[in-house]
Protein backbone atom coordinates (compact mmCIF):
# COMPACT_ATOMS: atom_id res chain seq x y z
CA UNK A 1 0.00 0.00 0.00
CA UNK A 2 1.30 3.50 -0.94
CA UNK A 3 2.25 5.55 1.93
CA UNK A 4 2.45 8.60 -0.35
CA UNK A 5 -0.22 8.84 -3.01
CA UNK A 6 -0.63 12.53 -2.92
CA UNK A 7 2.80 12.70 -3.35
CA UNK A 8 3.74 10.57 -5.79
CA UNK A 9 0.32 11.97 -7.73
CA UNK A 10 2.54 15.30 -7.64
CA UNK A 11 5.34 14.19 -8.73
CA UNK A 12 3.98 12.38 -11.84
CA UNK A 13 1.97 15.92 -12.44
CA UNK A 14 5.26 17.65 -12.79
CA UNK A 15 6.80 15.15 -14.73
CA UNK A 16 3.82 15.60 -17.18
CA UNK A 17 3.75 19.65 -17.13
CA UNK A 18 7.75 19.00 -18.29
CA UNK A 19 7.07 16.58 -21.50
CA UNK A 20 4.39 19.72 -22.24
CA UNK A 21 7.10 22.12 -22.01
CA UNK A 22 5.36 24.35 -18.78
CA UNK A 23 7.81 23.92 -16.36
CA UNK A 24 11.96 23.75 -17.12
CA UNK A 25 14.54 21.15 -15.17
CA UNK A 26 15.01 23.52 -12.40
CA UNK A 27 11.42 23.18 -11.46
CA UNK A 28 11.26 19.58 -11.86
CA UNK A 29 14.11 18.78 -9.90
CA UNK A 30 12.65 21.27 -6.86
CA UNK A 31 9.48 18.86 -7.03
CA UNK A 32 11.73 15.84 -6.89
CA UNK A 33 13.66 16.81 -4.49
CA UNK A 34 10.41 17.42 -1.98
CA UNK A 35 9.20 14.65 -2.70
CA UNK A 36 12.30 12.89 -1.29
CA UNK A 37 12.13 14.94 1.63
CA UNK A 38 8.42 14.46 2.28
CA UNK A 39 8.43 10.49 1.76
CA UNK A 40 9.89 9.79 5.25
CA UNK A 41 8.46 6.06 6.03
CA UNK A 42 11.10 3.64 5.86
CA UNK A 43 8.93 1.48 3.97
CA UNK A 44 9.23 4.19 1.20
CA UNK A 45 13.21 4.43 1.38
CA UNK A 46 13.60 2.77 -2.35
CA UNK A 47 10.90 5.63 -3.65
CA UNK A 48 12.50 8.19 -1.79
CA UNK A 49 16.36 7.53 -2.55
CA UNK A 50 15.19 7.05 -6.64
CA UNK A 51 13.57 11.03 -6.84
CA UNK A 52 16.64 12.06 -5.05
CA UNK A 53 18.79 9.79 -7.51
CA UNK A 54 16.74 11.27 -10.48
CA UNK A 55 17.16 15.24 -8.77
CA UNK A 56 21.02 14.91 -8.81
CA UNK A 57 20.89 12.93 -12.15
CA UNK A 58 19.05 16.23 -13.84
CA UNK A 59 21.33 18.40 -12.07
CA UNK A 60 24.33 16.43 -13.52
CA UNK A 61 22.90 17.03 -17.03
CA UNK A 62 21.89 20.49 -16.56
CA UNK A 63 25.93 21.57 -15.69
CA UNK A 64 27.86 18.97 -18.29
CA UNK A 65 25.45 18.35 -21.33
CA UNK A 66 25.53 20.55 -24.37
CA UNK A 67 22.06 23.01 -23.73
CA UNK A 68 20.53 21.68 -26.66
CA UNK A 69 20.78 18.15 -25.75
CA UNK A 70 19.42 18.95 -22.15
CA UNK A 71 15.80 18.21 -23.00
CA UNK A 72 16.03 15.23 -24.66
CA UNK A 73 18.51 13.36 -22.02
CA UNK A 74 16.07 15.01 -19.01
CA UNK A 75 12.89 13.84 -21.19
CA UNK A 76 14.67 10.01 -20.93
CA UNK A 77 14.85 10.01 -17.06
CA UNK A 78 11.04 11.54 -16.90
CA UNK A 79 9.97 8.72 -18.41
CA UNK A 80 11.38 6.17 -15.74
CA UNK A 81 10.35 8.28 -13.32
CA UNK A 82 6.70 8.07 -14.57
CA UNK A 83 7.09 4.80 -15.14
CA UNK A 84 8.65 4.06 -11.57
CA UNK A 85 5.83 6.31 -10.09
CA UNK A 86 3.32 4.83 -11.39
CA UNK A 87 4.49 1.36 -10.44
CA UNK A 88 4.68 2.67 -7.02
CA UNK A 89 0.89 3.75 -7.18
CA UNK A 90 -0.54 0.30 -9.17
CA UNK A 91 0.86 -1.36 -5.76
CA UNK A 92 -1.52 0.40 -3.77
CA UNK A 93 -4.82 -0.67 -5.71
CA UNK A 94 -3.55 -4.07 -7.12
Not at 11 to 22: D, K, L, N, P, Q
Not at 40 to 47: F, N, P
Not at 63 to 86: H, K, Q, S
Amino acid sequence: MAIYPEVARGVIAMCRRYRHAEVDEEQLQMCLWSASRIISAIEERKLSDFFRQVEGDIEGIRFTVNAALVRERVLRIVEDVERRTEEYLSADTG
